[in-house]
């Protein structure tokens, strides 16, 4: 389980930033190591979806798109990500049009428990309550008009806690939210919520939405009804009071409160850049992403193109860019240096497209890592002809063939690998071994890899291409596959095949694995790899490039 961290700024507090009329700010402090949680697993969500949602004019609310998908759906689609097996949704304004529009969805995988809150227009508190005889397990607790990542989720539900009491995730980036007045403030010292309300004064955080609690919750907002204060903050409050409310600091985490028009474009470009990955480089960072998110955006809001769609389009595109090499010459080399690196491109919108739009799929993950191949391996192959054909020196030649021929074999290893650890058909899954590490060598490996990348190979190869030079990519990208690519996929194939090969080997009858200074019975290891690989499946190793 992960525990809360003090980070320094926290220690430090924000009191510093506070000026003019701005609140002061007291600084939010972690309560450390909490004691172990003596609730149950949590795989229940409360979501509710009750309200009309006046000021964004476009029927219930929880059915608005934000990027092609209706907000309770995303909402749903990511808590799935997060574990959540079942969630009890409270439905009230228009309750059976949301029901009907939800259902029709084929996308949603986890199990809907519908609710019905006849006193919709009545605060929100009245909601939680609708849950009340439903609910007796602990259960995560969100907002249909909110989005947030995963791993926010993730971290309430590992965060140990007490049965009785709640979890709050909290940001303290308060510059940065849209719309303070509305928000929901929080005061927090020492881990513990003291204060919540939107008409704080004083505060050092704002409510997320999200929350993990068990049925107290439901009491507590029972206690606050009858003094006739019917939010959920103010049961939150009523709980703070007993002493039975926390926080966890999810600062950073992407999250957002969809109210208003100007909120959808907001939650936009949160979700667009929410589909960056941490692994991009420069070119893909600054080049190719702001032009592929955008091409994705267009599409998840006007179109129903799917993934699979596009790994077809940026496939025929890489064969085009091979036929155009193989034509030679500078006009042919130079449109095949275009058309690869708009390959690129197009190859990150599938991905894109299957995280926004919640269409991703281990057969989409093996379509778009077998498409890459093919497209890379027909450009190098059409490179080698037009070499040969525009009659250039033969070091190009041979330095192609060796590059095509390594190139080969190291797909095919890495192909096995991923059949062989029954991983997600993304080469994202494959760990070299020099991804971490302080020595001067993994620096190089880890160096020496991103050139060989397919952001960076791709735009290398166009501007080789516009000084009439594409040619000498054969030799970098031969010297790169055979030092590099074929040492390093070798490497890991054989690793994963040794480990393999150790779990069938019977100790006392039963078969086990070596991890760190131990033996553990591979069942057990296997049983455990299947449920992480389950938990990942729709997050990081799911991106579908």
Same mark, same amino acid.
């Given at each position: ?320 860019? #091979? ?40 057969? #989409? ?16 192959? #059409? ?163």
């Amino acid at each position: 389980m992960a525990f809360p961290q003090v980070s320094d700024a926290q220690l430090q507090g924000l009191d510093a930033d506070a000026s003019g009329d701005q609140p002061t700010l007291s600084p939010i402090v972690s309560a450390g190591v909490r004691p172990v949680s003596d609730a149950p697993a949590v795989t229940t969500a409360l979501i509710l979806a009750a309200g009309q949602g006046s000021r964004l004019n476009h029927g219930p609310k929880p059915l608005h798109a934000v990027l092609g998908v209706p907000l309770l759906a995303r909402a749903l689609n990511t808590l799935q990500r997060a574990g959540i097996e079942r969630a009890y949704v409270v439905i009230g304004y228009e309750a059976d049009v949301v029901r009907r529009g939800i259902e029709q969805i084929d996308s949603i995988g986890i199990e809907v428990v519908w609710l019905l809150n006849e006193e919709w227009e009545q605060p929100n508190g009245l909601s939680v309550l609708a849950a009340r005889d439903a609910i007796q397990e602990p259960f995560v607790l969100v907002m249909a008009d909110h989005i947030f990542d995963p791993k926010i989720v993730s971290r309430l539900i590992e965060t140990p806690r007490a049965a009785d009491e709640v979890l709050l995730a909290v940001d303290r980036r308060l510059e940065q939210i849209a719309d303070i007045d509305d928000a929901t403030k929080v005061q927090v010292n020492a881990g513990s919520i003291e204060r919540i309300s939107k008409s704080l004064a004083d505060y050092n955080a704002v409510d997320t939405g999200l929350f993990v609690a068990g049925p107290s919750l439901f009491d507590a907002v029972h206690r606050a009804c009858m003094d006739d204060r019917k939010t959920l903050s103010a049961g939150v409050q009523t709980l703070a009071e007993d002493g039975k409310a926390a926080v966890i600091d999810v600062t950073g985490l992407m999250w957002h409160d969809v109210d208003t028009p100007a909120d959808v474009g907001r939650a936009e470009r949160k979700l667009l850049d929410s589909a960056r990955k941490p692994t991009d480089g420069p070119i893909s960072r600054y080049l190719n992403r702001p032009l592929s998110t955008a091409l994705s955006r267009l599409v998840v809001k006007h179109t129903d193109l799917t993934p699979n769609h596009f790994t077809l389009v940026h496939l025929i595109v890489g064969l085009a860019a #091979g036929f155009a090499a193989a034509l030679g010459g500078y006009i042919g080399f130079l449109v095949a240096g275009i058309l690869f690196h708009a390959a690129s491109i197009l190859d990150g919108c599938d991905g894109e497209i299957a995280t926004l739009s919640f269409k991703s799929s281990p057969r #989409g993950q093996w379509l778009d890592t077998a498409a890459d191949g093919v497209s890379f391996l027909a450009f190098l192959l #059409g490179l080698v002809i037009g070499v040969y054909r525009s009659d250039l020196a033969p070091i190009y030649f041979y330095f192609g063939v060796v590059g095509l021929a390594v190139a080969s074999i190291v797909l095919v290893n890495l192909y096995i690998y991923l059949i062989r650890r029954r991983r997600a058909g993304s080469l994202l899954a494959v760990r070299y071994g020099y991804e971490t590490g302080d020595g001067w060598f993994k620096r190089f490996l880890r160096l020496a890899h991103y050139l060989s990348k397919r952001d960076f190979m791709a735009f290398f190869a166009l501007v080789l291409a516009v000084f009439g030079q594409l040619q000498v990519g054969l030799i970098v990208f031969g010297s790169l596959a055979t030092l590099l690519l074929l040492p390093a996929s070798i490497k890991v194939n054989v690793e994963s095949w040794q480990l393999l090969r150790r779990a069938r080997q019977p100790l006392d009858g039963i078969s086990r694995v070596k991890r760190g200074s131990g033996w553990f019975p591979a069942a057990q290891l296997a049983t455990e790899a299947a449920v992480a690989r389950d938990r990942s499946a729709q997050s990081e190793v799911s991106e579908r490039r």
